[in-house]
């Protein structure tokens, strides 16, 4: 894990250095190339089209993190801490550009989708808890991982985050009605999703990095992360099967 000290310097810090780290055409693929495809999707308005990218960017998502949670967990655990953090400090730096991407394509177009076919009645009240659900605990945890609590930036972005989700649940909750349980279940499981996905795989992404960059990298804690975020990962690639059951239901057992 010992680096060159120059190597290090030329690499650490910030989001170019995370770019650089990644691979910078792949860095800006992972996120450009799902990204246009979503809006050029719902720039069209074809539901068909906006049908592919959902779908492609959850296979994507899903197949990912199956693949980290039942093969690649499993391949690292036998090996020493030396072993797999060498490779968490390569494979990282990719997947925490790659994955949140594909997330948001995969919700936002689901979302979008459910709204256009008139599958999700009283819309606002309900994304408006989510919202609040999700943003909340994802502040609360990133403050958590890099024990920053009661730093001012945390406190801020906190402070945000209740005031912002708390002013959409002001605007919107008077008007709640039940929608579909179809919906709900979908709603509750892309939640969890969210919460561990940025609240905790993405800040041990950082944290990762981090360690890579600093002039002792911690090949322990560098290795314990990152077997973290891969069980985590099996774990929502399960939740993930889940949710494409809930989407099978949305679409043929809902009116």
Not at 159 to 178: D, K, N, R
């Amino acid at each position: 894990m010992a680096q060159p000290t120059a190597d290090r310097t030329e690499r650490k810090r910030g989001i170019g250095g995370l770019a650089k780290q990644a691979n910078p055409a792949f860095a800006a693929g992972a996120v450009a190339v799902p990204l246009l495809a979503f809006a050029g999707a719902v720039a069209s308005g074809n539901l068909r089209a906006l049908t592919y990218v959902h779908v492609m960017a959850g296979v994507l998502w899903t197949g990912i993190d199956l693949f980290m949670g039942l093969v690649l967990g499993p391949v690292l655990g036998g090996q020493d801490p030396e072993a797999r953090a060498g490779f968490f400090s390569s494979f990282t730096p990719k997947m925490t550009f790659l994955m949140p991407t594909l997330a948001a394509v995969t919700v936002g177009g689901g979302i979008l989708l459910a709204l256009r076919l008139g599958k999700f009645p009283n819309a606002d009240p309900w994304l408006a808890l989510m919202t609040a659900a999700t943003l909340i605990p994802v502040v609360l945890l990133v403050g958590y991982q890099f024990d920053a609590l009661t730093d001012p930036k945390t406190l801020v972005a906190l402070a945000l985050a209740v005031v912002g989700s708390g002013a959409y649940l002001a605007t919107a909750l008077p008007q709640f009605a039940m929608t579909s349980w179809w919906i709900v279940a979908a709603l509750a499981i892309v939640t969890v999703l969210s919460v561990q996905g940025f609240g905790v795989i993405l800040p041990g992404e950082i944290r990762i990095y981090r360690q890579v960059v600093s002039e002792n990298p911690d090949v322990d804690l560098i290795s314990d992360i990152g077997m973290r975020n891969a069980r985590l990962g099996g774990i929502q690639g399960v939740m993930q099967l889940a949710i494409v059951f809930v989407m099978v239901g949305i679409r043929w057992w809902t009116p």
